[in-house]
């Protein structure tokens, strides 16, 4: 499967943004989804999964309360909406995805990336 993350841009300190992570090729609905970011000079961090029928996500405590993660397998697209965006919220996303029934959160696990999408958010 290829990934392609978009979305991403510029926004103020409490604003919102809705990346889009989506896939080529078929049986989309096999594979669980996640969202990683990475800030300059920062590791790679997990930020939110969702499970391959989506009845399972999990979110970093990070972004609890502000992100929602959701999928729609007919459109072989996972959304991430994110609310109340802070300046630390900055960082390039990417999304990840590999055949899984639950949550993925190690990197090293997924074998799928996208390209990232950068999300800046001013002060």
């Known amino acids: 499967v290829q990934l392609q993350a978009s979305g991403g841009g510029l926004v103020q300190a409490g604003g919102s943004l809705r990346l889009s992570c989506a896939a080529s090729?078929?049986?989309?609905?096999?594979?669980?989804v996640t969202w990683f970011r990475q800030a300059p000079g920062k590791e790679r961090e997990f930020v939110v999964g969702?499970?391959?029928?989506?009845?399972?996500?999990d979110y970093a405590d990070s972004v609890t309360g502000r992100v929602t993660i959701s999928r729609d397998n007919a459109k072989n697209t996972v959304y991430l909406q994110m609310s109340s965006l802070k300046p630390e919220d900055t960082a390039v996303y990417y999304c990840?995805?590999?055949?899984?029934?639950?949550?993925?959160?190690?990197?090293?696990?997924?074998?799928?990336w996208g390209q990232g999408t950068q999300v800046t958010v001013s002060s």
């Open positions: 990840a995805a590999d055949i899984a029934s639950g949550v993925v959160k190690v990197a090293t696990v997924l074998k799928f």
């Open positions: 090729g078929r049986a989309f609905g096999i594979y669980a």
């Open positions: 969702i499970s391959r029928t989506g009845d399972y996500t």
